[in-house]
């Protein structure tokens, strides 16, 4: 039950704040902003609708691309959300979570809004980044890196 709970939770806060973050930068005239500079390397917001699948392949503005994207992105996210809870592993809920919550994010955004807002690029002085991606990306990235690399769970 807990585990049900802390996944619950975790799907939750995710889709939420992706939601809120895109809602208060679209209502904001942030564009072009430099959100973190480091010299050599900075983080600006570059506003693009993603229309595709990653860094916009296969991009399309028709309403039944984005209805056949987000059904993909649903059917996945779903699966990952079965096996998270059904794994042994300890941190199955948190990978599944973020994972299974940045994709949901990004599945309501193409059925609402005809695509995916984003709106994170990351720059460097010896090349211009053209492709931008969101906090809900950044879950899902997050979510697979842990999957990755937590390794197996112990069977003792």
Not at 71 to 96: D, E, M, Q, R
Request: hydrophobic share 50%.
């Amino acid at each position: 039950m807990v585990r049900y709970l802390i996944l619950s939770s975790l799907l939750l806060a995710t889709i939420v704040s992706a939601l809120i973050i895109r809602s208060v930068l679209t209502t904001s005239n942030l564009n072009g902003s430099n959100i973190l500079d480091l010299g050599m390397i900075a983080v600006n917001l570059k506003y693009t609708t993603n229309t595709g699948i990653n860094f916009g392949l296969v991009g399309d503005t028709a309403q039944s691309r984005q209805v056949l994207l987000a059904a993909i992105a649903l059917i996945v996210c779903i699966l990952v959300i079965f096996w998270s809870v059904k794994s042994t592993h300890p941190l199955s809920i948190l990978s599944g979570g973020l994972f299974a919550g940045g994709g949901l994010a990004n599945a309501y955004e193409r059925i609402a809004f005809g695509g995916v807002f984003d709106y994170l690029n990351v720059w460097n002085q010896f090349f211009e980044n053209h492709f931008s991606f969101n906090v809900a990306d950044i879950y899902i990235f997050i979510g697979l890196v842990i999957y990755v690399f937590s390794g197996k769970p112990n069977k003792s």
